[in-house]
């Protein structure tokens, strides 16, 4: 059984909302969410009181709310109903506190049939979350609430976050986006951000959420800008606690063929080349003929980046960038690194045939 509490404080006169001091207390899992502002006690009579919630008042519906007189222990348990609304009369004055303690049974349907990004949902029919909370390009519109990232890996095609802010006193809801501002890199780099909209929620309790998101509208992107099935994305966040994180605040996205690009250097003209650089890989001296070792290159074109010196006069190649180029995928290749005439700078590179 997973619980929250909620105490509602002095309520001043008949009707009047009593959420003046609302905290949460201990949670394991997803238990139920009170939601403050869709609560209120009244006088039900001379010695008696309602305190009831509108619907959404629980969320999710269904299971039971405990509501106790704190100055006296008088207690009454009642069902709630499926929209989340409940009403319970127990003995009491409007002068006194009362506990609203909301309670269900997870059992099978874990984590408290929410939809991961916080979206209540019947477990029957998970439904379809806003279109802000899917994973979309960043729009300046988007909630922005503050959050800190705890978590962060990537399965498949589902990236998995934890999170964790204040709260406490209401359903909060959360959504992905990706910038459109893209490094071109090995592979190539962007950042995303995780949207938190809070609600409103003022309560200072220390919550947490484990939300799952599809990564494809990204990937369907990266597919018509560069025109290939393959591909992959360093992705970066901000809001990260790094030394709590594996892989710190960013992560690696890959799909298509799967297994390492592999690649030597061959260098095939009649120069020694010093500060050898291709790509990202630093391999010092490769003298006339010879070949480095094969390294992972994770994604690679049939062209790279390529600095070297020859007797201290330095060669560069420089690609504008990889749009619309096919990456090599999986496999053993060769880059064949070339110098037309070591007084001049020209310097050329090929995969081998």
């Known amino acids: 059984m997973k619980t929250r509490t909620l105490i509602l404080g002095l309520v001043l006169a008949a009707g009047a909302t009593g959420c003046v001091d609302a905290h949460t207390g201990t949670e394991t ?19 008696s009181v309602e305190v009831s919630g509108e619907p959404g008042a629980v969320a999710p519906g ?10 006296s222990g008088e207690e009454v348990t009642v069902d709630v109903s499926e929209d989340g609304s409940f009403s319970a009369t127990l003995p009491g004055t409007l002068d006194d506190d009362y506990e609203v303690i909301a309670s269900n049974d997870n059992g099978t349907s874990d984590p408290g049939d929410l939809h991961p ?29 503050p959050l800190t990232i705890t978590d962060l890996d990537i399965d498949g095609d589902t990236m998995n976050i934890g999170v964790s802010h204040s709260g406490g006193c209401a359903m909060h809801s959360y959504g992905l986006c990706f910038s459109e501002s893209w490094a071109e890199s090995f592979p190539i780099q962007l950042g995303f951000e995780v949207l938190h909209d809070a609600m409103g929620d003022a309560c200072e309790a220390e919550e947490s959420a484990q939300l799952s ?9 990266y597919r018509d800008a560069y025109q290939t099935e393959d591909g992959a994305a360093s992705i970066s966040f901000s809001g990260c606690i790094s030394d709590g994180m594996v892989g710190g605040c960013s992560v690696l996205y890959e ?5 390492p690009t592999m690649i030597e250097v061959h260098n095939i003209s009649d120069y020694d080349y010093d500060n050898l650089v291709v790509g990202e890989e630093s391999y010092g001296t490769l003298r006339s003929g010879e070949r480095t070792e094969y390294r992972d290159f994770g994604v690679a074109y049939d062209y790279n980046y390529v600095s070297l010196e020859i ?13 619309g180029e096919t990456p090599l995928g999986p496999g053993n290749f060769t880059y064949e690194v070339g110098v037309l005439d070591a007084t001049g700078s020209t310097v050329t590179i090929q995969v081998a045939p």
């Open 255 to 259: 799909w298509g063929a799967t297994g």
């Open 213 to 221: 998101f599809d990564l494809t509208p990204f990937k369907d992107a």
């Open 62 to 71: 269904g299971g039971q709310v405990t509501v106790r007189n704190a100055s």
């Open 29 to 47: 899992g997803n238990p139920p969410v009170l939601t403050e502002a869709l609560l209120s006690v009244q006088a039900a009579g001379a010695d």
């Open 311 to 323: 007797d201290g006069m330095p060669f560069l190649l420089q690609p504008i960038d990889f749009l």
């Open 117 to 145: 990004n916080g979206v209540p949902i019947d477990p029957t029919d998970p439904g379809d979350p806003g279109e802000w909370m899917k994973l979309h390009a960043c729009d300046p519109g988007d909630p922005r609430d």
